[in-house]
């Protein structure tokens, strides 16, 4: 291969695509590039971004398509472009080394490497000038300094062991009063107006506030409950959610989820399925159930490939501008509108408010609309009727603009999380059409991605080329131990106990036994990394310790169980000082802490018995349904022309049970 020209056109990532026509000789992470800079002794510049991203643009437009800036890169460096959603173990790795040395980080990640890939300097943005100089810096350096370049290296491999260093602890006994603690802290961080947490800029964190709502049931916090609620309202009313398409952006630069930055991934649509499933099967608003039908629609219209599987993003920007296709100014809407936009600049804040940049307005509410009604003397019945007709009215004007790009690439670990969101979807609002997309997107990985020993993480045009992650395997388990759940079909349960103990075989460490993110049959290039922390995707060992803790209490496999209380041990030490980093964990501690069940449902309506029963939000429990005795937990349970509800707890059983108003008051 031609190593001194731009070699990207024939990647697989649409990031990678987007930078196939700069001056820069980018070439895409393999081996063969690695030994060609060892070979050429020269230092490798390492960009790392992803499709949505803005200032990744941004930077590509300042300096990656400017012949003067691609010279001295082309001169002095090998340049490797890395799409972080196909190769998010790279992209940790370097993302640990620009926050040790700047205590913070984000992308577009720029990382300066030995020829063999082990960092010695990194950092974000840069703008022109700056980056120029930095370039000049870096080459002399390594060329002019080997020992300070060797003492850079040192220095940070040393940092990213003792940050990857987890030891294994001593079994403990997990307290109530520990997590409590642990509440009581996480509660002085809420924002009791906006909802979330109270900082900027505002993640929504549905991991975190799932955890919250679970604890909040459980132990009947009303505080916890409320929180949940206030945030689970703020974010439906905010910019952050789509107000005409639906679907919600990645998150908001401000404390009121008004402005948000306007990419919108699958993986939080997918979790925010999850969370307002659940919050619908408590508080029955109907506005919960309008978010969930709108943005599931709007994953059917946008985001649903031809396979049956979800595409990964759609981008902030469209004509050189982030939010375009998401704002109007107050003209545009009076002219499509008329007559009724003195009601929907009411509804929809078209005010100062509302106003963004330009005069341009984000939509977004502040009521709900039985306080509107109210106000505005209108009924419910006509308001839904107008919302309706704006909507449509609105959505037509905008599909005559030009769209966002979209990001068409297949991962398996988003896609898993889209299906677990469709999966309590259909639990909540019963709609078969979900369950069905989450099926057929199953069905994909198993026929596409799954070969029987390698899951693979990305498909593009027919192509699978990367081998999976942690996160990949783990979240593909969680979706089949779901799918299982939700329609007891065996196989699924069958599949994600193959997949388990292949995780087994590929990333278990005996030492610490935790999980390492790569497969053994990579080779690591500074050292072994364990994903811990829980971020805006749950950690790919706590998923996997709550896949160990649910398939060990349907499969009566204490092993599992074991195993996920040791991971638990592992990390206990620091949840209390940080829960939203360990949200998931904590899921985990409540399964260990507090009462957890066995529903076991035998007889031939088992489905239709669970179906009815999980249209209720019950988080510490496991679902068996079965027309036979063909698991542990369902065997000498069978009465002949009966289906029979059996609610146990820590292996024994109370007396069967045979309605489900039964089994709904004793739980």
């Not at 990194?122 to 350096?141: A, C, S, V």
């Not at 260990?592 to 249209?615: A, L, M, P, R, W």
């Amino acid at each position: 291969m031609n190593y001194k020209q731009n070699n990207l056109k024939t990647a697989t990532s649409p990031y990678l695509q987007q930078h196939k026509n700069n001056p820069v000789w980018w070439q895409s992470w393999s081996d063969e590039v690695i030994e060609y800079a060892k070979q050429e002794n020269k230092p490798l510049l390492i960009s790392i971004g992803y499709s949505a991203c803005h200032w990744c643009h941004v930077m590509e437009k300042q300096s990656f398509e400017v012949d003067e800036v691609a010279e001295i890169m082309n001169n002095y460096f090998v340049c490797i472009k890395i799409d972080r959603e196909e190769r998010p173990d790279l992209d940790a790795l370097y993302m640990n080394v620009v926050q040790l040395i700047h205590q913070s980080g984000g992308w577009p990640l720029n990382v300066f490497a030995l020829p063999d890939g082990k960092p010695f300097y990194g950092g974000t943005y840069f703008p022109k000038e700056q980056w120029i100089e930095l370039l000049d810096n870096i080459q002399q350096m390594y060329h002019n300094n080997q020992a300070k370049t060797m003492e850079y290296v040192d220095s940070i491999a040393n940092g990213l062991n003792e940050m990857e260093k987890i030891e294994l602890k001593n079994d403990s006994d997990f307290s109530k009063n520990k997590i409590e603690d642990t509440f009581s802290f996480w509660q002085q961080q809420f924002d009791d107006e906006w909802g979330g947490f109270n900082r900027a800029p505002k993640f929504m964190l549905p991991n975190a506030w799932q955890t919250i709502l679970r604890y909040g049931l459980q132990t009947k916090d009303e505080n916890c409950l409320i929180q949940t609620k206030i945030t689970l309202d703020r974010m439906a009313f905010g910019g952050i959610y789509d107000q005409i398409k639906g679907g919600f952006s990645r998150y908001s630069v401000d404390a009121y989820w008004k402005v948000p930055h306007f990419e919108k991934m699958l993986y939080d649509n997918g979790q925010l399925l999850s969370l307002y499933a659940n919050g619908y099967k408590i508080y029955r608003e109907q506005e919960y159930k309008n978010i969930i039908d709108e943005t599931v629609n709007w994953l059917k219209d946008e985001m649903l490939s031809p396979e049956n599987a979800f595409y990964a993003a759609i981008d902030a920007d469209s004509e050189g501008e982030e939010g375009k296709y998401y704002v109007w100014t107050s003209d545009e809407l009076e002219n499509i509108l008329k007559e009724e936009y003195n009601l929907f600049s009411k509804y929809y804040n078209v005010n100062a408010f509302g106003e963004w940049e330009d005069s341009k307005n984000i939509l977004m509410r502040l009521t709900d609309d039985e306080d509107f009604c109210k106000t505005n003397n209108i009924s419910i019945e006509s308001l839904s009727s107008k919302i309706k007709q704006w909507k449509q009215e609105l959505n037509n004007a905008r599909n005559q603009r030009i769209k966002p790009h979209r990001d068409e690439k297949i991962l398996t670990c988003w896609n898993s999380i889209t299906i677990i969101g469709l999966c309590d979807a259909y639990q909540a609002v019963e709609n078969s059409t979900y369950l069905d997309l989450a099926e057929n997107c199953m069905n994909f990985i198993l026929e596409n991605q799954w070969n029987g020993e390698i899951l693979f993480r990305n498909y593009k045009d027919g192509q699978t080329t990367i081998p999976g992650f942690l996160d990949d395997y783990a979240l593909t388990v969680e979706a089949l131990i779901k799918l299982y759940e939700t329609t007891t079909k065996i196989n699924y349960l069958e599949t994600a106990q193959i997949i388990t103990e292949e995780i087994f075989n590929q990333f278990y460490n005996y030492k610490n036994k935790m999980f390492a993110y790569k497969s053994h049959y990579d080779t690591p290039l500074v050292n072994e990394t364990f994903e811990i922390y829980d971020n805006v995707i749950s950690s790919s060992n706590s998923i996997m310790a709550n896949n160990l803790f649910r398939l060990g209490k349907i499969l009566n496999n204490d092993d599992y169980i074991k195993q996920a209380r040791q991971m638990l041990i592992n990390i206990d030490d620091k949840i209390e000082n940080h829960p939203s980093g360990f949200a998931n964990w904590i899921n985990l501690y409540l399964n260990f802490t507090f009462s957890f069940k066995e529903i076991v449902v035998v007889g031939n309506e088992n489905k239709d018995y669970i179906k009815k029963i999980q249209n209720n939000y019950i988080p510490n429990a496991i679902f068996i349904g079965s027309k036979k005795e063909d698991l542990e937990l369902t065997k000498n349970r069978l009465i002949e022309s009966k289906t029979s509800i059996y609610i146990c707890e820590n292996n024994t059983c109370k007396l069967p049970l045979y309605t489900i108003e039964d089994a709904l008051k004793t739980l």
